[in-house]
């Protein structure tokens, strides 16, 4: 299990339907080691708090397995790593075997899954699809959030550790599995 990339971006404005949106959907890999802190990364910043950020959605991370599967399905759409909006890019953590408590290693800090992503309209509009957020729910290829349980820095290729895990936890894919039978 493994950091691919370290990805953040900074408020975009668009425009629907006359209204001025902000996202900070749209992030960029960056190189060498990025500090992560109680509500984000270094580098990095939420637009709309309401619904993003805070203590249990400060990173948002997404596996990298699933970028062939989109890269199938959206042969037209660019998708470099951080293009779900991702902060980091992993390997080796599904939401089908990563569970909810679960706490990590990553770089110097440690951070727990939260919960998985449930994206908003802005996902639509990055894309340029009015389809994808039902393709994208309907997946399960979700990624997850973490809390920061301690500050540390992180960087691509740093190792992912899995310190514990609560005894009969949910994984990401079982949430994901409760939300849409709801």
């Known amino acids: 299990m493994k950091v691919i990339s370290v990805n953040v ?8 339907r006359g209204d001025i949106i902000a996202t900070s959907i749209f992030k960029d890999p960056v190189k060498g080691r990025v500090r992560i802190a109680t509500l984000n990364l270094e ?12 203590i249990n959605k400060a990173v948002y991370a997404y596996p990298s397995e699933h970028y062939a599967r989109w890269r199938e399905e959206l042969p037209e ?16 953590l599904l939401e089908s075997t990563t569970c909810i408590g679960d706490r990590l290693r990553i770089g110097t800090a440690e951070l727990v899954v ?10 639509a509009y990055k894309f340029g699809r009015e389809d994808m957020i039902k ?6 290829r979700s990624g997850f959030y973490l809390r920061v349980a ?5 960087c691509a290729g740093d190792a992912i ?3 514990s895990r609560p005894e009969d936890a949910p994984t990401v894919t079982d949430i994901l599995a409760g939300t849409a039978a709801s």
């Open 150 to 154: 301690a500050e540390g820095d992180v």
């Open 114 to 123: 939260t919960q998985p992503r449930q994206p908003c309209f802005k996902l």
């Open 43 to 54: 580098g990095d910043e939420q637009s709309d708090l309401s619904v993003h950020g805070g």
């Open 135 to 140: 393709r994208f729910v309907r997946s399960g």
């Open 9 to 16: 971006g900074r408020p975009h404005e668009f425009t629907i």
């Open 77 to 92: 759409a660019e998708l470099p790593w951080g293009a779900f909006g991702e902060n980091l890019t992993i390997s080796g």
């Open 161 to 163: 550790e899995l310190l």
